[in-house]
């Protein structure tokens, strides 16, 4: 039975350090009751206390691993329903399918496009994430190549798709130690799965026919000790399966319903023939709730967008993206190249960076650091003001890099000027364009 937030109230320090995010113990004690906080994020608590609470310090969802390495996704640990009641943790994975029937090529095509179609974004490289391989001949040695090929050909994690044990064994053993998802567990043969799943360490993928019936396998499961699990419903239809998603997700945050405590994988390659409707359907997975996306193939026009829509939603609204502080090089500057400065917000950095790079004039650009605020709303806060940038440029090393002493700062922050001209000194401070678009044709202009 789940504590109140009295009760675990009284298993803390009381020490209303605040270093938990919240003022006081209380109320940080409400939040882990509610599900909205972990425990981890007190420094002060006992192992005592850690051990009496870990039913409660839980997430609702389980967080579940897949695969090893730089490449290993999780998915879960969700804590809300919604992304601006706190944020939403880890982001769904986005899976490519391939079964033991296609032709070569054709398996071949897809898993060129799945490791191909990445992009840059603010810094971050989007991309999808799992291989998932099915076995559609029921032949274990045909579905053993076919893994093996995917893990020799990839770093990505793999979801094995059969009911059948005996495949299923081929399978993860052509893997080896990938830790690939078992895909799936149903009510004829859970008994074999779980034991293969404890065996060697595997998450272990629920599909029952509708969530009564998931609900009696997930908790056969847990009670013989499995807790990595992952849902599927068994809904194909689109309504049924968004309804499907919503009902487990407030079951397991708003009842503390842990039979369906799980995060889930969805299958639009099943919902359509058509590579755009799956798409979409797609996306409606990543706003609610999948915790994994299966795809019948990967096409830049669809999965572009799928994947900006997912970083989106993802990112914590109340932690602004963040450049890292420094000097960045744009077209290989030599010490007669203009010196630039801005914000360390990611969208802010990645736009003026590109529009010095249009300019074909090679810059240097001085990121201060602004806890990820824009300019404007930077200079606000106090936090991109001329004592602050000046003392910035003299510690980022940029002054030993150049023969001039010419800064430019943005347009919007020209007030800073009179203050940054006398924390440095001998330096002229050039006021810049407002606009980034207008970069490239005051650059043209530039004269050491």
């Not at 990938?178 to 008994?191: F, H, I, Q, S, T």
């Amino acid at each position: 039975m789940a504590l109140t937030g009295i009760q675990i109230y009284k298993l803390l320090p009381k020490t209303n350090c605040g270093e938990c995010g919240v003022p006081t113990c209380l109320a940080f004690a409400m939040s882990l009751a509610a599900g909205k906080a972990e425990l981890a994020a007190c420094p002060y608590v006992s192992e005592e206390a850690k051990a009496e609470l870990a039913d409660a310090a839980a997430p609702p969802i389980r967080a579940v691993e897949i695969g090893t390495g730089e490449r290993k996704l999780k998915i879960g640990g969700e804590t809300v329903l919604f992304r601006h009641e706190k944020t939403f943790v880890n982001r769904p994975g986005i899976a490519v399918l391939v079964t033991d029937e296609m032709r070569d090529e054709a398996v071949g095509g897809r898993l060129e496009r799945f490791k191909t179609l990445a992009y840059e974004r603010v810094g971050l490289t989007l991309q999808a994430d799992l291989v998932a391989v099915k076995s559609a001949s029921g032949d274990a040695s045909k579905f053993g190549a076919l893994t093996a090929k995917v893990k020799d050909e990839t770093e990505a994690g793999i979801i094995l798709m059969t009911e059948d044990v005996s495949v299923m064994e081929a399978g993860r053993k052509a893997c080896g130690d990938r830790k690939p998802l078992m895909y799936a567990a149903n009510k004829e043969n859970a008994d074999g799965m779980s034991a293969l799943s404890k065996e060697h360490g595997c998450p272990l993928a629920v599909k029952g026919n509708g969530l009564d019936e998931v609900s009696e396998l997930t908790t056969k499961l847990t009670e013989e000790g499995l807790h990595d699990l992952v849902i599927d419903s068994g809904a194909r239809g689109i309504r049924k399966a968004l309804e499907d998603q919503i009902f487990i997700r407030r079951g397991a945050l708003l009842k503390k319903y842990k039979p369906l405590g799980f995060p889930t994988i969805a299958f639009p390659c099943e919902m359509t023939d058509d590579l755009m409707q799956e798409s979409l359907i797609a996306s409606m997975f990543v706003a609610k709730y999948g915790g994994i996306i299966v795809l019948s193939d990967l096409q830049g026009y669809a999965l572009f967008p799928l994947l900006l829509s997912r970083m989106d939603i993802y990112t914590d609204p109340q932690r602004p993206m963040a450049t890292s502080p420094g000097v960045y090089e744009v077209g290989g500057p030599n010490e007669d190249s203009p010196v630039l400065v801005t914000c360390n917000f990611s969208l802010t950095y990645f736009i003026v960076s590109g529009e010095v790079e249009a300019s074909r004039v090679p810059a240097w650009l001085v990121v201060v650091d602004t806890e990820g605020l824009s300019v404007l709303t930077a200079w606000a806060a106090g936090k991109f003001v001329g004592d602050l940038v000046g003392t910035s440029l003299k510690k980022c090393g940029i002054m030993d890099k150049v023969g001039h002493k010419k800064v430019i700062i943005p347009g919007y922050a020209a007030a800073i000027s009179g203050d940054l001209e006398d924390e440095l000194g001998d330096w002229e401070v050039l006021v810049g364009p407002r606009e980034s678009a207008h970069i490239p044709a005051y650059l043209k202009e530039w004269q050491p």
